[in-house]
């Protein structure tokens, strides 16, 4: 089975800056297209960003870009993402997401457990 795993999340003042670390497990990391979605309190979950499996390719949600930045270490099957400017409206639980031999993330065939982001004034 492939397993998904956050870290990095916590607690951050507006303005401040954080990286969540997504570790994967169980197959060929090169293989995945991956990103992140997020789900705020009373809130449907959200795309944030994707990089394809090259790594060359990103795409980032309107609310996050020039903010939010996603890089992927295939010799550690990690992706991360680093996260500066944060503001009270980022507060959520950031989701990593893989998709196997796939474009884009239009299909998410695996989903980490979440990890909480609170952004405080």
């Known amino acids: 089975q492939v397993q998904l795993v956050e870290s990095g999340g916590g607690l951050v003042q507006t303005g401040g800056s954080l990286r969540l670390s997504c570790a994967v497990s169980g197959r060929t990391f090169s293989r995945y297209t991956m990103g992140w979605f997020r789900q705020a309190p009373g809130k449907e979950r959200e795309f944030v960003v994707v990089?394809?499996?090259?790594?060359?390719?990103?795409y980032y949600a309107d609310s996050v870009k020039g903010r939010f930045t996603i890089s992927r270490d295939d010799a550690k099957n990690t992706v991360y993402l680093q996260m500066n400017s944060l503001k009270p409206e980022d507060t959520a639980v950031y989701y990593c997401a893989a998709a196997y031999l796939a474009p884009t993330l239009d299909r998410v065939d695996y989903w980490g457990q979440g990890t909480q982001v609170t952004v405080s004034s």
């Open positions: 990089i394809t499996r090259s790594g060359g390719n990103t």
